[in-house]
């Protein structure tokens, strides 16, 4: 579904992804990991159109995207759920829900969206009415999660959900993610925590310093000495 060839991306003179190459197909759970300042966020980034690549394409289904601005790939499917969940602030959750429908314009498949969201999140439902910036930080992560999926996504760009939460809330938050993936949204994810990620990716990359070091299936890498040196405290 998604393929990255040879992406390659500069800050001024600093190369930050250099010359990567990975697939997410159909289904699947796609984990990024990788230390601080790897390159995993700005990989994510350049997927949905926010930086421009230096080198290399972005393909989804076969077609070449990254040289089509930021709003007309979330048309094509591609939705991010960007790193600190960014929600707005002075909105309710109800409002937040509907600027993540602002690409569609079926008015009763955005009705039956966000019902779905409220049977995902029955907490947001409960408070649709509520400023988002009174949230805490779950439930902060929860609408910004269930934003991105009122964009009808083939395909969500999931970027460090569990930064900042508790072991309790990050368990949930993951369960939720599997969750999303059972219902037919494919999920590329970039996250800090190696553990969680590996324990629900079907595949996984691991970067370091702007290279793929490493790949494998999730269990495959969990189980990896090297893995766990680096990564899982082993």
């Known amino acids: 579904m998604l393929k990255v060839e040879n992406l390659k991306v500069n800050y001024g003179m600093i190369e930050a992804v250099k010359g990567i190459d990975f697939e997410v197909k159909d289904g699947e759970i796609v984990a990024l990991i990788g230390a601080n300042g790897a390159g995993k966020t700005t990989t ?94 779950g439930e902060q992560q929860m609408l910004a999660m269930g934003r991105a999926l009122m964009g009808k996504p083939k395909i969500m760009l999931l970027d460090e959900p569990s930064m900042g939460l508790s072991p309790l809330l990050v368990k949930e938050i993951f369960d939720i993610i599997k969750n999303i993936n059972s219902q037919g949204v494919t999920i590329l994810l970039v996250e800090q925590n190696a553990k969680m990620a590996l324990g629900i990716a079907d595949r996984a990359y691991v970067i370091e310093t702007g290279r793929i070091v490493m790949s494998g299936t999730g269990e495959e890498l969990l189980n990896s000495e090297d893995i766990k040196k680096a990564y899982l405290g082993g």
């Open 44 to 137: 994510m980034h350049t997927i949905s159109g926010l930086i421009k690549p230096s080198g290399g394409t972005i393909s989804l289904d076969d077609k070449v995207i990254n040289k089509i601005p930021a709003h007309k790939i979330v048309s094509l499917g591609i939705v991010q759920c960007p790193e600190g969940r960014r929600v707005f602030a002075q909105q309710t959750i109800e409002e937040n829900l509907t600027l993540g429908a602002y690409a569609r314009k079926d008015k009763e498949g955005i009705e039956e969206d966000m019902k779905k969201v409220f049977e995902l999140f029955p907490r947001l439902e409960e408070r649709r009415k509520q400023l988002a910036g009174t949230l805490s930080g």
